[in-house]
């Protein structure tokens, strides 16, 4: 069974840390992508990768940086968290040309930062 | 970044009541898909749709790609309460690599 596995489902932060928010794919895809999700506002990208060491700024990256050193894992970086970065988090992934399904993700991360 | 115009934001209803929900856009896509996510979880594929005018099923539901290419619709037919949850749609232009969302249709059924 393929898999988008986010290594945490709850996470708890204190304010102005260095989080760490990991994601791996088993599909060989070269796509993947950051989400969050908030109450009424839908799911807005934050940024997304199409290839090892490639990374492309979303709608809302401010405050958060990526890394992709290698095909299967994504991982999102927030700098120094605030309050307002509290969130659910959703990793997804996709192969190139798109795919006939669409996106698979992961079962998403709720960060809540103090 | 663009986003679908989906409908209602959220409903609130009877078990065994049908439910319909509808997504549109001002650009034409190629692909329509609409996901599901439960509460607590990432959200999860009912159904795809490839062609203009296409109706097709998955069980209880049922997804129509509008003719215009700039539409499509959910329904679900007599609600259960696993039912409950958001309701995603999306559409891909060509085959790319980046789907664009609706807002979600928050669904919540009453026993």
């Known amino acids: 069974d393929v898999k988008v596995t986010q290594s945490s489902r709850y996470l708890v932060k204190r304010t102005g840390e260095k989080v760490f928010l990991e994601c791996v794919q088993d599909m060989d895809h070269e796509n993947m992508f950051w989400y969050r999700q908030d109450p009424g506002l839908g799911l807005r990208l934050i940024y997304f990768?199409?290839?090892?060491?490639?990374?492309e700024k979303g709608d809302i990256p401010e405050g958060y940086s990526v890394s992709r050193e290698k095909k299967e894992r994504f991982s999102l970086i927030l700098e120094s968290a605030s309050t307002n970065q509290t969130s659910m988090y959703l990793c997804?992934?996709?192969?190139?040309?798109?795919?006939?399904?669409?996106?698979?993700f992961g079962s998403g991360t709720r960060l809540t930062v103090v | 970044g663009q986003q679908l115009n989906q409908s209602p934001q959220s409903m609130f209803i009877q078990e065994g009541e049908d439910v319909s929900m509808n997504c549109t856009s001002s650009?034409?896509?190629?692909?329509w898909l609409w996901y599901k996510q439960d509460p607590g979880e990432g959200p999860v594929l009912l159904i795809a749709l490839y062609k203009a005018g296409e109706l097709t099923s998955n069980g209880r539901l049922t997804a129509q790609f509008g003719i215009t290419r700039k539409d499509s619709f959910l329904n679900i037919s007599a609600s259960i309460p696993s039912d409950v949850g958001i309701y995603f749609c999306a559409g891909d232009y060509n085959a790319g690599n980046m789907l664009t969302f609706g807002g979600g249709t928050r669904l919540m059924v009453k026993p």
């Open positions: 990768s199409y290839d090892v060491k490639m990374k």
């Open positions: 650009s034409i896509f190629n692909t």
């Open positions: 997804a992934s996709r192969s190139k040309g798109g795919g006939a399904y669409g996106y698979t």
